[in-house]
């Protein structure tokens, strides 16, 4: 693997060079789970990824129209420091309720409780903030490699969400190096503010940026 992110190897690739570099380089207790339950897929939710691209999830006068729902999907870190990716809710608040169903959309909106996630959540990562400072501030190879295939995975459900549905904007992983060294790792939108403030007016009639003449911080 070289030492930037290859957008050509697939998070799949990612996990198994992590288990690789697990073999000969210390890393925290706490990534344990990852590197050795079988399923770990980095938080994707694949049952609630296939009901948002289900038509049975859009509105009726949508799917007569012959129309594809609009989604933003958005990445934030919440209170606890564990990552959510979600097309419903989310930071910004950005989902057009008049083109999904409105018992997908209740179930979407819902709050997670420990193992009950919330439908509009795609991908939800446990501990990401300790895999970015390890791999940050720590370089640490094993967490360099699953943060690595963290982003791929966004990446790799960002593609497979805009095949079928309408992506108004995401917010992927961006990195920043010094030198051969990682330097940052953040959630970015790929729209501007004002694209997001227009979403946003569209939406719900008002924007963030209305109300406080900035953009939304990030935790």
Known sequence: MT????PSISSADYLALARK???????PKEMEWMLEWEGFDFGANREHVDQLLNPTSWSDPL?????????????????????EIRTVGGRY?????????RRFLSHALGRSHGSDRSLGEIMWGRDFYLISGM??????????ALLFGFKQRLDELIREISARLEVVGAMPMEFTYAGKNLASANFVP???????????REAFGWSFFDRRGDHVDLD
């Open 63 to 83: 799917v007569r129209a012959g129309r594809k729902p609009r989604v933003f999907i958005d990445a934030y870190l919440n209170v606890k420091n564990n990552v």
């Open 93 to 101: 608040k950005i989902y057009f309720e008049d083109d999904l169903h």
């Open 3 to 6: 030492w930037k992110f290859d």
């Open 21 to 27: 570099r697990a073999r000969y380089c210390k890393y």
């Open 190 to 200: 790929n729209i501007t503010n004002e694209q997001i403030g227009a979403l946003q």
């Open 135 to 144: 791999a940050v501030i720590r370089r640490n190879p094993v967490a360099k």
